[in-house]
């Protein structure tokens, strides 16, 4: 099992509120990720992070942001959530190197009325 | 163009076929390759890499073919457990930071029936 840890699993918050979702890996990996995944499609990456202050956008728009002041932790925000914010929210991690794996979090299935 | 293209199914197939899923990218200097399985609601967890040779696990065959830039999964004597998405993962180098990122494509979605 990978030790690679999403909070929480599933939240479901009214219009306007400001939440963070939680992601942290016991692994040391320097290269993490945050993807988006709507019910039968794809994964959409949204952010990733290179190692501790390093944060890039991902290939899919978002408004939420990430930070990574510590190896282990990569929390991502949302400072106003909306409906369209609706989806399941993926961490990931991955060792250096193009032959390892990338290991995925639980996911968090946000949903906001 | 979708950098990695796959059929996204459903593949119908009854316990003990054998059931091909095929993957093209667009990338000409992709490195690695894999092939991720993805069950509902859950997150993708690695099947198998691709190797340059090819490669087998059990009952699970991999194939890559630069040359056309497609990846294969076979699997043989199909089980009701494996009814489950595949999902086909290419790893890319981002031109301008050398960042590697993989690339996953839309999956293509096996049903095993008795």
């Known amino acids: 099992e990978a030790d690679i840890y999403q909070t929480p699993r599933y939240l479901v918050i009214g219009t306007g509120k400001k939440i963070t979702l939680e992601c942290s890996q016991t692994?040391?990996?320097?290269?993490m990720y945050w993807y988006q995944q709507d019910p039968g499609m794809e994964l959409h990456l949204i952010h990733y992070s290179y190692g501790v202050n390093s944060t890039e956008k991902g290939d899919l728009s978002s408004e939420s942001t990430v930070s990574r002041i510590r190896t282990e932790h990569f929390p991502l925000t949302l400072e106003s959530a909306r409906p369209s914010h609706t989806s399941q929210y993926l961490c990931?991690?991955?060792?250096?190197?193009?032959?390892?794996?990338?290991?995925f979090g639980p996911g968090t299935r946000l949903t906001v009325l | 163009r979708k950098e990695v293209e796959q059929d996204p199914g459903p593949f119908n197939v009854p316990e003990g076929a054998t059931v091909a899923f095929n993957c093209t990218y667009s990338?000409?200097?992709?490195?690695?390759f894999f092939w991720y399985r993805q069950d509902c609601r859950k997150e993708p967890k690695l099947l198998m890499s691709v190797y340059s040779s090819g490669n087998e696990d059990g009952r699970f065959t991999a194939q890559l073919n630069r040359a056309s830039q497609y990846i294969s999964l076979l699997i043989r004597d199909s089980k009701l457990s494996d009814s489950a998405t595949y999902l086909c993962?290419?790893?890319?180098?981002?031109?301008?930071?050398?960042?590697?990122?993989?690339?996953f494509g839309t999956g293509t979605r096996l049903l095993v029936s008795p």
């Open positions: 692994m040391g990996h320097d290269k």
């Open positions: 990931a991690s991955r060792g250096p190197g193009s032959l390892n794996e990338q290991f």
């Open positions: 990338n000409s200097a992709s490195q690695s």
């Open positions: 993962v290419v790893n890319m180098e981002e031109m301008n930071t050398g960042f590697q990122k993989l690339v």
